[in-house]
């Protein structure tokens, strides 16, 4: 167990809705990152938030926004769901954020678009 | 257990073996690299990592070998058991300032056989 949780487990949905997937980080860890996984592009950052803010950007839809809580917690909002977001969002967290901080991921949520 | 990927490299070994994986990165300007472990239905979880003014660093059982030359990453395994079978991923990242982004390989699924 990695102290990092996420819910739900998992999420089936319909094209257009709108998800909100939620992420605790370890305690003590100030950064949280969240990552895609899927079939054909395998695992890819999307976004960083250190202590309430934004730190780095990867490859993040516009359609798709998140943001840390003063709690520390993170939420990724999905909106207008594609089939194509089906995958598994993996949260991670650090304790500075910093480049050669270890992360830990959390157990995932997998996201179905049906 | 959860896929993560269909056309991933492929490395089967029998037990007590030494496992070798490959992993060749991109961006020649990367200077931190790490070995992620996934096994099936989990999120990655941290192996090892090494620096760019490095060639080699050791674990409990494994090691990581940089050759920065060709740009690639190796990560050994000694007397492979059971429980490392997974998928392994090597991520790299160019560190500096604020930014922050672990890019990451396809990933090898490594199967032991007892």
């Known amino acids: 167990d990695s102290g990092v949780t996420q819910t739900p487990k998992h999420l089936i949905t319909a094209t257009g809705q709108r998800v909100t997937l939620r992420c605790s980080p370890r305690?003590?860890?100030?950064?949280v990152y969240w990552y895609q996984q899927s079939l054909d592009q395998g695992l890819q950052f999307l976004i960083q938030?250190?202590?309430?803010?934004?730190?780095a950007k990867g490859n993040i839809l516009e359609r798709f926004s998140a943001q840390q809580f003063p709690d520390l917690h993170s939420e990724l909002n999905l909106s207008s769901l594609e089939l194509g977001d089906s995958a598994l969002y993996f949260c991670?967290?650090?304790?500075?954020?910093?480049?050669?901080?270890?992360?830990?991921f959390g157990p995932g949520t997998r996201l179905t678009v049906l | 257990g959860e896929s993560v990927g269909l056309h991933l490299p492929t490395l089967s070994v029998q037990e007590g073996d030494n496992s070798i994986i490959n992993c060749a990165y991109s961006n020649s300007a990367s200077d931190y690299f790490i070995w992620y472990k996934q096994e099936s239905g989990k999120g990655p979880q941290f192996i090892i990592d090494i620096r760019s003014n490095m060639d080699k660093r050791q674990g409990q059982r494994v090691t990581v070998l940089l050759n920065k030359t060709v740009k690639h990453l190796s990560l050994q395994i000694a007397a492979t058991q059971p429980g490392d079978s997974a998928v392994y991923f090597c991520?790299?990242?160019?560190?500096?300032?604020?930014?922050?982004?672990?890019?990451f390989g396809k990933g090898t699924l490594l199967t032991v056989n007892p």
């Open positions: 938030y250190y202590n309430g803010e934004e730190r």
């Open positions: 991520a790299e990242n160019v560190s500096g300032g604020s930014n922050y982004k672990l890019t």
């Open positions: 305690s003590g860890d100030l950064s």
């Open positions: 991670a967290s650090s304790k500075q954020g910093l480049a050669h901080n270890e992360q830990f």
